[in-house]
């Protein structure tokens, strides 16, 4: 059938839907739509399986479905949609969670999944949500600090399965209501240093213990897809809540008894910038593997190791995280510096001046609460996206359970983004002290930059690493200040505009016209490098009314989900525009058509005659 309205997903809720749910009641309230939200799902792979790559789904808004929140359905894609679609995510053009495809005239197919035309360009489809058009700030798209209540979730499926654990105990192992000291609570409670405070048992009276409620749904898990699974469980969870989901909480958890069939390689999969994990056996249980999950909730990615492979970096949760009962990891410097955590700990420096050398010492996350003014995290800036992030992996506190890495210096480089969006990270290198990494053509400078360690104390409180970072270069002389130009005649001034690019410098474009004359004066920025300043200046021009525009072709400004840009414009050094948070265009205008005055040569005063 053809998906031109939203009954076509609710076709697909009653199918999955439990026993009881009366879809047909909740339609009349629909209203026609075109479009969805973009979900991505990362699924964790089981203790010594294969990686399990990223699956794509469709989830439609709540205002379309009656306030039943949460239903997505798959997405069938080319083989090379899913990868434009998913480079998208990566490169952070696209917030998974929040922004939204238009499926307009697509399919839902037999098994449930919406069919895109197979020659459909995913540039075309996709679009920015309503915040990022207004140019507000998105960095953070999910609460990460603060009090973030969670729910769990005990499921029951139509045969009666059901993981043995009681509530109590569940509510005992995750949130840590009984005497079990590691869990999910106190591992974020601990790796943040209360900058997170999980709550617990908000007065529900549906809970059965402490932040866990039990639902029944209407189809078993043996035959049915995880995707109609989950959907069956939002469903129930609304009903049974009577809200629509998150509704109180900022997190909900499901725990399945087990999982079946040829693809059930998983332990654990989340929604990235969203709400929900599902946990199946006894997965759920297991501290690493639950902050893992959150951390995609979070809006984190994987972190690979020196193999390339998607997550083996053992120094991090987003890695390989641990999968028994009693111990987590906190995250690499990436992460951290992504985070929300340490904001008043983390630095950026540009190694892209020439002659660039810089003296750190850096103390670890596991002494933040006394690092005095150390960072615990720093940013090398290479003006691409793939951006360096160097650590001190001190192997204490929250942070003693590392299986990689302890007491040295790390390395991380990410793929995009500048570590601020969802993008993968592969640990570079471990350095102990006297070790030193190269970084050859340091962000297409073509020069080597060189991280030195050249001590690590482990003895003193706070364990410091003092590193030197050089690209053994001779700073460059001083710029010259350039002779100013002499002043423009009357009626003629020089114009002047500056553009600092975001992370896509080729989206930009300005015009600064003379609308007296219908002369463009400035036109530009042909700008590609990312993060950088771009200035042209007009020779002396007619001057009038002046109206100045800047496009940028991806509806998302120069600031500030992806990089801090902003353009100026000047008259005669005078600020005439400025600004960087837009969507597709900013327009200014400013003077008028009048034909100025013109200016009186100087007179001199009479000469008194002489007296004698």
Partial sequence: MRLSSSAAFWALLASTAPHGFEAKGLRRKLVATSECTIMAVEPLAIEGGEHQEMALECELDPDDAGGISGISAPLRLSPQQKADLEGMIYAGRIDPGVDMLDIEGDEIT????????????????T???????????????VDTTGDLKMLLVKVTDSVGKTFPDSAATMSNEVFGTGDDPVNLKSGLEECSWD?????????????VATGVIEVSIGIPLDGSTDNNIRNAVTTAVQNKLGHSLPGPYD??????????????????????????????SAYYKRPGVLMHELGHNFGLAHSGGFDGATYTDHTCTMGNPHYSDDGFQCFNPAKNFQLDWYDDAKITEDPRIQGYSKTLTLVGIGEYDNRGGNPVVVRLETGTGADYFVGFNRATGPNSLNDLGDDQVNIIQVESGNGQSYSQSFL????????????????????TVTITVNSINTSTSPGTAVIYISDGLTPAPPTPQPTPPPPCPSGEKRYQVTVTTDNYPGETSYVLKNLCTGVNVLTGCNCNEANTSYSQESTCTATG????????????????????GGYIVREDGEEKASGGQFTSSETTTWGDCTTPPPIAPPTNPPIAPPTN
Avoid: H
């Fill in 110 to 125: 037999e098994d449930q999944e919406v069919q895109i035309d197979p020659v459909a360009k995913m540039g075309a489809k």
């Fill in 127 to 141: 679009t920015k949500a309503p915040s990022a058009k207004a140019g507000k700030q998105r960095r953070r798209l």
């Fill in 195 to 207: 900058k997170i405070n999980v709550v617990v048992g908000v007065g529900d009276s549906n809970e």
């Fill in 251 to 280: 997190y909900v958890l499901y725990s399945l008894e087990s999982c079946y069939g040829n693809d059930c390689g998983w332990a654990a999969y989340a929604y990235i910038n969203s709400w929900n994990s599902v946990y199946q």
């Fill in 428 to 447: 570079k290198s471990l350095l102990s002290q006297g070790q030193s990494y190269e970084i050859s053509n340091f962000g297409g400078t073509g020069k």
């Fill in 545 to 564: 009314k002046m109206e100045f525009v800047i496009q940028d072709t991806f509806g998302d400004g120069l600031c500030c989900s992806y990089g801090d």
